[in-house]
């Protein structure tokens, strides 16, 4: 009996892509009771259409999902993030597999809160015999994580701070030029809250501004 696999792969980088394709197309060489039914999304937009459309046919099994994406125009989905946020509230059975060049502790730390990925890689362990190795693994419904995140969890416990979907937010319209008096029209929280937020990022990032708290988010991955 042949078992079919809906993948929805979310990534903008084509040479990424054709690496997962290339390693599903091994894998179903390989075991001819295996196929893998691919759908392609490269952007935020593009990846939530995909999502309610496949609420509807209910057919996604599989999900590659990148965190740094070109964010939708509505500003309401900032990163990859937000999808895997998403998909994990409408799908419980879909396996998540996010793929990162990120390697921070607090973005490692902040996923694995928001969305519990099956699999975690970092794009730079990456190579055709382990990414076929962790599909396999998470076909046999148990997770993999790529070494970097091994090395990585071993310090979450010193480093247990996470940026929740308020904080990405004041980042994200901070970094597009918004002013403070604007955010509590954009953000359902009082202005002394957002200033508290954003004054405990600092802290937590070790800078003393806005200019460098939107420069070491974008560095680490949250916008």
Do not use: W
């Not at 690496?19 to 060489?29: D, E, G, Q, R, T």
């Amino acid at each position: 009996m042949i078992k079919q696999y809906n993948i929805l792969i979310i990534e903008d980088h084509p040479l990424i892509i054709e690496a997962y394709k290339n390693a599903l197309l091994h894998i179903s060489s390989e075991d001819d009771k295996l196929k893998f039914n691919i759908d392609i999304a490269n952007d935020c937009d593009k990846a939530f259409y995909k999502i309610e459309e496949a609420v509807i046919r209910k057919n996604i099994d599989i999900v590659f999902l990148d965190i740094k994406l070109p964010s939708s125009k509505d500003g309401k989905i900032i990163s990859g993030e937000d999808l895997g946020i998403k998909i994990r509230a409408l799908f419980s059975e879909v396996k998540i597999v996010v793929a990162t060049t990120y390697n921070d502790n607090y973005i490692i730390n902040t996923i694995f809160k928001s969305i519990n990925p099956d699999a975690f890689l970092i794009k730079n362990d990456l190579d055709p015999k382990e990414l076929i190795l962790a599909i396999e693994t998470v076909i046999k419904n148990l997770p993999y994580y790529s070494k970097t995140v091994i090395e990585l969890m071993r310090k979450l416990t010193t480093n247990d701070f996470y940026l929740d979907e308020f904080d990405r937010k004041i980042l994200y319209e901070l970094s597009k030029g918004c002013k403070m008096s604007e955010l509590s029209n954009m953000i359902p929280l009082s202005v002394s809250a957002i200033e508290k937020r954003k004054r405990v990022l600092k802290e937590v990032f070790n800078v003393k501004n806005d200019r460098n708290l939107i420069k070491v988010a974008e560095e680490k991955g949250f916008i």
